[in-house]
């Protein structure tokens, strides 16, 4: 994948998410929805996208939203891109993108992919993007509406 047109997180996994404790902190993994879509990237490196994590303006609260058919490490990427935010604040150079919902709410979001792997080496990457991988394929074929 082209280098700026995402971030990269490097994660340990976790057994288990600790949703109490972050929830405290104002982050919530909510509900599963969506399905999440595998490709290739022009390495030949696979990728799954997970899921993706809002900041709300107003409350600074962070909602972690994953898709359906993930592992519990995937859901523990989510959560860890989840407290990199409540660190880090959201910013387009850290590739969040800003949007406004249909409430009038603004709010920070990003897409996150998790590197498919088969080892046990302790960590994977995890990337994250301010537009999903259709997005930007729809954009480079000239379907982008903008």
Partial sequence: ???????????TPVED???AGLAK???TIKPA???CCVFPDDDNQWWKEVGAVVVWDDTRNIDCLPYKHITTQDRGFLAAVGW??????PTAERQWAHSVSKD???Y????IYAEVIDNDRGCQRVIAAATTHRQRNDRLLGFDAA
């Fill in 1 to 11: 994948m082209k280098r700026d047109l995402f971030i990269s997180y490097e994660c």
């Fill in 33 to 35: 929805t969506g399905t």
């Fill in 84 to 89: 990199a935010a409540w660190l880090n604040p």
């Fill in 104 to 106: 009038g709410r603004g």
């Fill in 108 to 111: 920070w979001h990003q897409i």
């Fill in 25 to 27: 902190l104002g982050i």
């Fill in 17 to 19: 998410v600790d949703v």
